[in-house]
């Protein structure tokens, strides 16, 4: 008993490589089951071949994937899963850059404390003479 398989099943497709790449090219779909034919290799110009291959459709190619046919919650599964990859994509901007932060502070901390200790000096003399005079007599 053989079963026929409809001719929308198979996609013809048109490949340029390499010998070695068609040989590859063919093996594997051989060994997956979707080769139905394939052409005589045909030289070109650049070194390589061309060959036309006719590939079996598998269901399980079609049905990768989640099927819906209401437009309004596709749209929204869409934004949801954009907003969430916006989301992520910041999350990690920022917990590299925070990353970055204490990494530089924790490498340059001698340098911090000994520039924030002088600031303090010069904030602390500033502070006494402000509402001094200059000398006794004024």
């Known amino acids: ?3 026929q398989i409809p ?3 198979f996609t ?5 490589g390499t010998p070695a790449q068609l040989a590859n090219l063919l093996a594997n779909h051989t060994a997956a089951g979707t080769l139905v034919a394939a052409t005589a290799p045909r030289p070109t110009a650049a070194g390589t071949c061309r060959i036309i291959l006719r590939l079996r459709d ?7 994937g989640v ?19 916006v ?9 590299y850059l925070l990353g ?18 002088v600031l303090a000096v010069i904030a602390a003399l500033a502070a006494d003479t402000r509402n001094r005079r200059h000398c006794p007599g004024c």
């Open 87 to 95: 989301a992520t994509g910041v999350l990690a901007a920022v917990a």
């Open 1 to 3: 008993m053989t079963t």
């Open 67 to 85: 099927t819906c046919r209401n437009r309004r919650i596709r749209r929204i599964v869409a934004l949801g899963a954009t907003a969430a990859g």
């Open 100 to 117: 970055q932060l204490i990494e530089f502070i924790t490498a340059h901390a001698a340098t911090i404390g000994g520039v924030a200790l």
């Open 12 to 16: 013809d497709h048109t490949v340029t």
């Open 7 to 9: 001719a929308s099943r």
């Open 58 to 64: 598998t269901a399980s190619a079609r049905s990768v």
